[in-house]
């Protein structure tokens, strides 16, 4: 039973893994912002977003690389922070990409501020944990 659990939760980041990929902006070769991500397990994974990208799309690249590690086998709630120390920020996620915005209306705000908005340009780096 174990086994099947922990096969449908990897079916379930391969299908969100898919969607969120068509979703993601077009890589800059030489401009935007150099986003670094550090995800629970120490991986560490990078990407360059357009200055003009949303907070959206690196919560969608966070989301796509936690389901490449399989990550919902490590967090049943499904629910996630992106966390920024310089400049300050969080926002919570589920699996799937899409902004936890109960009771924060600052966290639906930040979703839709651009990478440039919010202070991710040259570059940042980001550290994805399990929501508290």
């Known amino acids: ?9 990897l079916s379930s980041d391969l299908a969100h893994r898919e969607r969120l990929l068509a979703r993601l902006p077009v890589e800059p070769t030489d401009s935007g912002a ?5 995800l629970p397990n120490g991986t560490r994974s990078h990407r360059r977003f357009p200055t003009d990208a949303s907070l959206q799309a690196v919560v969608d690249f966070a989301a796509i690389e936690l389901a490449s590690i399989g990550a919902s086998a490590l967090n049943s709630s499904g629910s996630w922070s992106l966390v920024s120390q310089y400049p300050p920020f969080k926002l919570l996620f589920r699996s799937d990409g899409s902004l936890i915005t109960e009771g924060s209306a600052s966290c639906a705000e ?19 944990a399990k929501a508290q």
């Open 110 to 128: 930040m979703g839709t501020k651009t990478v440039l908005d919010a202070g991710l340009v040259p570059s940042a780096q980001l550290h994805v």
């Open 34 to 38: 150099r986003v670094l991500i550090r």
């Open 1 to 9: 039973a174990e086994q099947l659990a922990q096969a449908m939760a």
